[in-house]
């Protein structure tokens, strides 16, 4: 935790409210960024689905997600099974 959150600052003028104001919103919007970033990392197409890669890569990544959509489906009727009354 930081020290701003355990020891309120107490403010003398408008001035230092407004340069505290400032300095808040700088650090939000840098850390907005930052998560904007990390989550578009997420969720963009990995360099093996695009247009320049190789058909064996391409017949790889297929495997794979078919394994897991199999995966899933699995998990799902185990479930299903499971808790059905």
Avoid: C
Avoid at 71 to 84: N, S, T
Wanted: no cysteine.
């Amino acid at each position: 935790m930081d020290n701003d959150s355990l020891n309120p600052i107490s403010y003398k003028t408008i001035e230092e409210i407004r340069f505290r104001k400032a300095l808040l919103l700088k650090d939000i919007q840098k850390d907005d960024l930052r998560l904007r970033n990390q989550w578009h990392s997420l969720f963009s197409k990995p360099a093996a689905l695009k247009s320049n890669a190789t058909p064996s890569r391409r017949i790889n990544s297929l495997v794979n997600t078919g394994a897991g959509v199999l995966d899933a489906f699995i998990l799902g009727w185990k479930l299903y099974r499971k808790f059905k009354k």
